[in-house]
């Protein structure tokens, strides 16, 4: 098991950034490749962005390319969604997962955390 929790949202004006943080407890970190999704309202759960294991692998949804950067620091068991030049458009419920390096399945989620951005 891998307990997941996502904090850093908030409410920020157009332009702004925030950072969103997943705090890892359980089985190590560091065996998971993790990525973060997010849902807006009345939308489907969409991919963000994901890492792999070791963190030198990243890659991202085109709508949040060269604006958003995932990154990870296992020492802290913790990863990371650095957010910039938001978009009313990204208002949704933030979610962290992480997979085994096997399977393109995510096991284990977080509660979400909430980003609204005004216009």
């Known amino acids: 098991q891998v307990q997941l929790v996502e904090s850093g949202g908030g409410l920020v004006q157009a332009g702004g950034s925030l950072r969103l943080s997943c705090a890892a407890s359980?089985?190590?970190?560091?065996?998971?490749?993790m990525g973060w999704f997010r849902q807006a309202p009345g939308k489907e759960r969409e991919f963000v962005a994901g890492?792999?294991?070791?963190?030198?692998?990243?890659y991202y949804a085109d709508s949040v390319k060269g604006r958003f950067t995932i990154s990870r620091d296992n020492a802290k068991n913790t990863g990371y969604l650095q957010m910039t030049s938001l978009k009313p458009e990204d208002t949704a419920v933030y979610y962290c997962?992480?997979?085994?390096?096997?399977?393109?399945?995510?096991?284990?989620w977080g509660q979400g955390t909430q980003v609204t951005v005004s216009s």
């Open positions: 890492i792999s294991r070791s963190g030198d692998s990243t």
């Open positions: 997962a992480v997979r085994p390096t096997d399977s393109y399945e995510y096991d284990y």
């Open positions: 359980g089985r190590t970190f560091s065996r998971y490749a």
